[in-house]
């Protein structure tokens, strides 16, 4: 018996599905008589292995009209991103070159530049660095934001953005009556006051002016009391969330599994660029933007009312000890280099190293009520600049004794002030808009919408994750994250390792590991939700008061995670690792990806193969360097590519550099896995429905294709449409309804470029 993996494939093709083998393709040919050799065997086989499924499968998908179309309103509404132009069998010469293209997707040209290729070791870092600075401003904004459709084919939204519009659903969503929850209703008058741009207006500064009197005063724009240092301090970060010197977030260790989190101290967001010189490993304000920074300074105090003539003193202060701050500051890859990330020390020794800080007393009150003591252990991300930091305080505190001045102050207030601007009125945003344009900052303004969104989520995290599971997670979501999972399993555990030791310790790892959909481990039912929100009173005009009580909120949360270790996934796309367990966020499931009511083909083709190319990249750093295949895998994908669109003039374009060499291997891995979980649900569920006249794998191939051209953000990491892909899988297998192969190009890959391994399939 033949073990080629190729015959094996062909057991699974009836012969009248072999395209076109009258036509003069040796390949073809040669395909064609082994086939019929093997089908003798498969004969023999087939009740052993269990292919009756496979069969029906092909048998159902060669007949369209067995799958019913599927006619929900997310159905309809999906349909309009497909037409036969993102069906890859429509063009197959087109296809590999330009498939993306075709049908008009935009995203063709702004492909978006992913941080970090995640091997990495400070992904983690770097999402907590984007929370906590609230960096989700600076996500992408797709041309159809607005739902915009001119006629051209509909592109699908990036993640990031579906799952806002699934939050602004939900949070415009009519008031269903007493049933809905005290909690609910809160999140969406929160909204309310948010969207709503004149209260604001009418108020002007006078809220903030307010609020620094509470706080003692300034002594720029009036009176202040000389409050302590620490105690001013204190409060920014316990009930304004605000970090002016240092940051203080909650995570876990990144070199330890279990599931403890950990107070962890950072380098704060400065406003202004930073160069790093890697000659002399310091960095510097750049010079360049220093003058629009002072501009906007005199701005914000103009918008204050404090006296023009005041603007050079202060501004020219608070530059120079925000400069002078952020000399230690480096980039994670020179911490990473450096060892200075997760560095674990204890409160104690802390206050030793940086003693302008009353370390405890200011922990104490950011996570009040929990218990924190001097032997606790923190994680400090960058000590060098924590001691920099306190003796720069403790320096500008005797300048200040000697000038009269009071720059410390000054410097705490203008946080103060970035933090509270979205609540401000529309000239505090504008100015802080006009100076990041100044800075190069070439990102669209994010719709108000949209800003408001993530407002709401930061302080109704909790209530916003177990809405979006409510209403789009449901039993179908499990099913999905258990047939990937498997089926990557059953991938993985196919690998040959370079050693055994190391295989050992990986697939272990792998089979310990457990998907579940992160509310599973916090999920708090209404009751629980309605307590957590209970001391929340909104304003019905007054978004400012409201704003404030979000960052209470927002405090509040930062605690749980700390003592429970859950953080409820709000706004997160992306798996994660926590302990044991991996986290797949409910986030992941809206539409247009996901829809309890799509085809699975869809499903699977579109969600599953993105979850699948993300939990490859969250394992990858581990497989790529010990296993064989992906390497020898990628090359046979490439080599096929080559060999497919070789010209004259492309020749001896051979090598691929490692890093798209390893994006190859994952996308191509990540469409066998979804495929092969396709499969496995079928086995389950041998029934089907369709779309836009599309059904089973030849739907999956589709959405496959949809899904990679529109909303992959590893493309810019191929080395040509990941659409490609289905021509590799399809050339090789007898599931796809037809092979793609183009006519007018003589192709002569090799029959055994199989480019697969052999227990998928
Ligand atoms: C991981 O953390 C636990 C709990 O804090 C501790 O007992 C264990 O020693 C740590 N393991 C390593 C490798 O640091
Ligand atoms: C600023 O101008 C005001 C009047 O416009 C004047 O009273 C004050 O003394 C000036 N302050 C300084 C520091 O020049
Ligand atoms: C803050 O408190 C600590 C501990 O009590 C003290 O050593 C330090 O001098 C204070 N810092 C300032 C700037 O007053
Ligand atoms: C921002 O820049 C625009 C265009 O340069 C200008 O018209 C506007 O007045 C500026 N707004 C503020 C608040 O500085
Ligand atoms: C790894 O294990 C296999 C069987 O378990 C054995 O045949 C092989 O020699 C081992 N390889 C190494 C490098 O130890
Ligand atoms: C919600 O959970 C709490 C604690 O787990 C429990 O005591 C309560 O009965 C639950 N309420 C409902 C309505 O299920
Ligand atoms: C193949 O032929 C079609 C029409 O016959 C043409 O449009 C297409 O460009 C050709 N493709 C290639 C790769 O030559």
Same mark, same amino acid.
């Given at each position: ?125 770097? !999402?907590?660095?984007?929370?906590? /600075? ?26 990031? /953005? ?30 309310? /006051? ?48 605000? &970090?002016? &010197? ?152 005797? +300048? ?90 059953? +991938? ?12 050992? &310790? ?106 699948? +190319? ?31 669109? !070789? ?115």
């Amino acid at each position: 018996m033949d073990e080629n993996p190729a015959v094996h494939q062909e057991m699974f093709t009836t012969p009248e599905e072999q395209p076109r083998s009258d036509e003069p393709n040796p390949v073809d040919c040669n395909k064609y008589r082994r086939c019929l050799l093997v089908l003798f065997a498969f004969s023999l086989f087939a009740t052993t292995l269990g292919l009756g499924i496979y069969s029906h499968l092909q048998k159902e998908s060669q007949l369209k009209s067995a799958a019913p179309p599927c006619l929900s309103p997310a159905c309809l509404k999906a349909s309009e991103h497909f037409s036969v132009a993102m069906d890859p069998f429509s063009h197959p010469c087109d296809y590999f070159l330009f498939a993306c293209g075709a049908g008009g997707s935009s995203t063709n040209k702004e492909r978006q530049r992913v941080k970090g290729s995640s091997n990495e070791d400070n992904g983690e870092l770097d !999402k907590k660095r984007q929370v906590r /600075t609230g960096g989700l401003v600076r996500m992408r904004r797709e041309a159809d934001v607005q739902g915009k459709s001119d006629g051209r084919l509909n592109t699908f939204p990036d993640r990031q /953005t579906a799952l806002l519009k699934a939050i602004k659903e939900i949070l415009e969503s009519p008031e269903e009556g007493v049933s809905m929850s005290a909690a609910e209703q809160k999140a969406k008058k929160f909204f309310k /006051t948010c969207m709503d741009a004149e209260s604001p207006e009418k108020v002007r500064s006078e809220p903030f002016l307010t609020l620094l009197q509470q706080l003692g005063g300034w002594a720029v724009s009036g009176e202040w009391n000389q409050k302590d240092f620490n105690t001013t301090l204190t409060l920014l970060m316990s009930q304004y969330s605000t &970090f002016p &010197f240092f940051s203080v977030y909650v995570g876990p260790d990144s070199e330890n599994t279990s599931n403890q989190h950990y107070i962890q101290i950072d380098e704060p967001h400065f406003q202004f660029p930073i160069d790093w010189n890697s000659k002399t490993h310091k960095s510097k304000a750049s010079t360049r933007y220093l003058r629009p920074f002072y501009l906007s300074c005199g701005q914000y105090l103009a918008l204050l009312g404090v006296p023009s003539n005041k603007t050079t003193q202060h501004c020219g202060l608070y530059i120079s000890l925000s400069t002078t701050l952020a000399v230690a500051t480096s980039p994670l890859h020179y911490r990473l280099s450096q060892k200075l990330l997760y560095h674990r020390i204890t409160i104690q020794a802390l206050q030793t190293v940086a003693p302008a800080i009353d370390w405890l007393a200011c922990l104490q009150a950011i996570f009040q009520p929990l218990p924190i003591s001097q032997s606790d252990i923190v994680l400090v991300h960058n000590l060098p600049y924590i001691v920099h930091m306190s003796e720069t305080i403790r320096q500008w505190r005797v +300048k200040q004794e000697i000038m009269g001045t009071i720059p410390l102050h000054t410097y705490m207030i203008f946080s103060l002030l970035q933090t509270l601007i979205p609540a401000l009125d529309s000239r505090f945003f504008q100015t802080m808009r006009n100076y990041s344009i100044a800075t190069g900052d070439t990102q669209e303004e994010m719709p108000r919408w949209w800003r408001c969104v993530q407002q709401t989520e930061r302080g109704f995290d909790a209530l916003l994750s177990h809405a979006i599971r409510e209403r789009h997670a449901q039993k179908e979501a499990e099913e999905l994250i258990h047939d990937v999972y498997s089926s990557l399993k059953k +991938k993985l555990t196919d690998l040959s390792w370079r050693d055994n030791k190391s295989s050992d &310790f990986i697939l272990k790892r792998i089979k310990s590991l457990n998907p579940r959909l992160s509310t599973k481990t916090n999920d708090l039912n209404h009751t629980e939700l309605n307590h957590l929100y209970a001391e929340v009173v909104l304003e019905e005009e007054d978004f400012f008061s409201n704003y404030l009580q979000m960052l209470v909120l927002e405090q509040k949360s930062r605690c749980r995670l700390l003592s429970h270790g859950t953080r409820a996934e709000g706004l997160s796309i992306t798996p994660s690792i926590s302990g044991n367990d991996i986290i797949i966020p409910v986030g992941m499931f809206v539409l247009p990806f996901f829809h309890s009511s799509y085809p699975r083909a869809l499903n699977y083709g579109t969600l599953g193969s993105l979850m699948a +190319k993300d939990l490859l990249h969250l394992l990858l750093p581990d497989i790529y360097t010990q296993a064989n295949n992906p390497v020898s895998e990628s090359m046979c994908v490439w080599s096929h590519y080559l060999s497919v669109t !070789k010209d004259p003039g492309q020749a001896g374009t051979f090598s691929l550099p490692p890093s798209k060499q390893q994006e190859v291997w994952v996308q191509y891995s990540a469409l066998q896995v979804a495929l092969d979980a396709y499969k496995m649900s079928f086995t389950r569920h041998p029934t089907d429905s369709s779309l836009s006249g599309l059904s089973y794998i030849h739907l999956f191939l589709s959405s496959f294709t949809k899904v990679t051209c529109d909303a992959d953000p590893y493309r810019e990491f191929m080395p040509f449409e990941p659409s490609f892909l289905v021509t590799v899988l399809c050339s090789n297998s007898g599931f796809c309804p037809k092979l793609l192969t183009c006519l007018n190009k003589s192709q002569s890959y090799p029959h055994e470029m199989l480019c697969q391994s052999r227990t998928l399939h």
